[in-house]
């Protein structure tokens, strides 16, 4: 059993690995890693990948806010490769990330801050290497509300077609985002009546905030 994560007070990723028992194994033990090749110590680990070779495929958050990170170690845990992906607002956020039948994943998140913040979403080689045929050179960005706009999680429909939920301000608070795209990261604009491939969604009529986690 793997379990990934963060350690708190240096923000590097962490990682353990555990026997059938419950206790730690001692040939893997407790292993941390610094993605940050700026010298940054805010590293932010959200998901794990184990490849059929059995190198294990790390993700999440490098750089002080500043990239989309893929970090590939071994099955012994040494380092093998990283992926560090930025977008033009940088300021990057990775919430999650979503395995694909073909072996290749998506990471979902946002980039920029404040009214800014786009959804962010990148699409990676089971390497970590980024895949360029995905939206533009591997990347799609954009503003759901065109205020602060996160993107949380992802689901691939049976049509092969990409659902990505997650929160939009609307002036006033938050609402559920929705967004749909084709497989490799065009907007797919079946989704509404109007022709439209994203929207908010107001579930909570009194003004309270309304978040998309998970679809």
């Known amino acids: 059993l793997l379990v990934f994560g963060d350690l708190n007070g240096q923000n590097h990723y962490r990682i353990t690995r555990y026997l059938e028992d419950g ?9 941390q890693y610094d993605p940050g090749v700026h010298g940054y110590p805010y590293d932010i680990g959200r998901s ?5 070779d059995g190198d294990i495929l790390l993700v999440g958050k490098s750089r002080n806010n500043a990239a989309f990170n893929t970090y590939r170690i071994d099955q012994g845990g040494n380092y093998e490769s990283q992926t560090n992906v930025d977008f033009p607002q940088d300021h990057e ?3 999650s990330a979503l395995g694909l039948p073909d072996g290749k994943l998506l990471i979902i998140g946002n980039e920029g801050n404040g009214s800014n913040k786009q959804v962010a979403i990148t699409r990676h080689h089971f390497d970590g290497t980024l895949d360029n045929t995905f939206g533009t050179d591997g990347k799609v960005n954009l503003g759901v509300l065109n205020d602060a706009d996160e993107g949380y999680s992802a689901a691939l429909q049976a049509d092969g077609k990409i659902l990505v939920s997650g929160g939009s301000w609307n002036g006033a608070n938050w609402d559920i985002s ?16 109007d022709g439209t491939p994203k929207l ?3 579930v909570e009529s009194a003004g309270r905030d309304d978040f998309g986690y998970s679809i």
């Not at 794990?48 to 059929?52: E, K």
Request: negative net charge; proline residues 3%.
């Open 178 to 193: 929705l967004i749909r795209m084709t497989y490799d990261g065009v907007l797919d604009g079946t989704l509404t009546a």
């Open 93 to 95: 956020y990775v919430h």
């Open 23 to 31: 206790s730690v194994d001692p040939a893997f033990g407790n292993r």
């Open 200 to 202: 908010g969604i107001d």
């Open 48 to 52: 794990l990948f184990v490849r059929d």
